[in-house]
């Protein structure tokens, strides 16, 4: 009884203390996010997004000051011996005001992407229904990252960052450390910034399921921690009695509020199963041959038993077809977790799964024409034809949820159907175990785009 309390008692505290930088989705990577919040940052009185866009860079080390503790030290060693590796280089803590790190959380984020990558994910987000129309993405974002910050580790600097001042309690402090301090010695005795862990040929899905790994050690090596070392009663009072606040991640759109907690959750669960089936050396060589879907991570024997890793899904390119005007703004890969949350919101649990259970692989692009025209093409390959059969009947029933009596169908056969709703064409087919989705406001630009795929039937 009480491990069960202590378990979902303290995942909830550690994910909003510690979960910081980590919405990583198949159109959401840490982008350019430049929202509301304006630090009081002792610099001169701009605005976080002049700032941002004046790309000033802060030293933690200077803005800060480098901390050390018998503490410290002790949980180092801990995490060390639990995790049974070695840690040859001592962390180095540095403390810092919480405005300061929150800037500098933001402006790695900013480092990494761009203002037009954020508007297209935007864009795709709407499209698919996972974001409402008058949604801000930069701003829910900037909220998210920045509602609770206890500490993160560093990839670069190799330090591990702690707000001055703040603290949620002692033990629970000391086990989020545990949390941190569990990256550092990933990142020393595997590297997380190069291959097989970080590869700019990774889409989101390889991205989020090599993450979910990497959260999924961690969380269970910070339980293991607090079982070894932290005394549990206490621990849950003070987890009982921390003013921790979660109300951006509870009003977070669905989509965006599972996904982040996907990798701490079901990575931690993918991480036990490794260990139950291999024991603890098990998750060592995942680090060193991770999972490269989020398919594996819901469903380990996929990983463990045997590997189905996920395959291409070519696609034409079809900016010659539609036109000079016509650009390809955003392509990534739509994984089972996307699937899943794109129609449990709607259609529940058991449904998403249906929908989604059997995925092989998929494409997705958007197309942005002049104005507001514009083109998705959602492909997607499936291990059997029963499988996409089901995502095919599955997907109309998702466009009778979201758009009720404003759907209409245009065209409707055995292997392909078309629909309009909100000035908007929806089009699935099938052909053996693979699917195609389009989706546009213009419908010639569809029908064009769906000659390119001659195993489809038309709807012509």
Known sequence: MKKGLFLLLLTASIILLAAVGIVTKFVIRPDRIIGEYEPALSLK????????????????????????????????????????????????????????????????????????????????????GLIDDGDNLGDILTKLLTEQIAGFYDTETKDITIVEGKSAGELLDEVTLAHEVTHALQDQNF????????????????????????????????????????????????????????????????????????????????????????GEAAVDTALRDPPLSTEQIIHPDKYIVERDNPKEVAVPDLAVTLGDSWEVINSDCMGELDVRLWFEEDLGLLASKEASNGWGGNTIEYYQGKGDDFLLVNAFTWDSEKDASEFFSGYRELLESRFGKDLKKISDTDSAYLYKAESQYFYCGISGNNSLCLQSNDKSCLQKSLKEFPEYQTTE
């Open 191 to 278: 590297n997380l910034e190069k291959p097989p862990l970080d590869d700019e040929a990774y889409n989101g899905d390889n991205s989020l399921a090599i993450e979910s790994l990497i959260e999924g050690d961690a969380m269970y090596t910070m339980y293991k921690y607090a079982e070894e070392y932290i005394d549990l009663d206490q621990l849950i009072e003070e987890s009982e009695e921390s003013e921790t606040s979660s109300d951006v991640l509870e009003s977070a759109p669905f989509y965006l509020r599972e996904s982040l907690l996907f990798p701490y959750e079901q990575g931690l669960d993918f991480v036990k199963e490794l260990i139950a089936r291999h």
């Open 45 to 128: 009185t701009f605005t976080l997004q002049e700032l941002l866009l004046m790309d000033i860079e802060v030293d933690i080390e200077t803005c800060g000051k480098v901390i050390e503790s018998d503490r410290l030290s002790n949980v180092e060693e801990g995490v060390s011996l639990i995790r049974s590796l070695p840690m040859p280089d001592p962390v180095k803590f540095v403390e810092c005001s919480e405005d300061v790190l929150k800037y500098q959380l933001l402006a790695e984020s900013l480092d990494e992407s761009s203002g037009e990558e954020l508007e297209a994910d935007q864009k795709l987000l709407e499209a698919l």
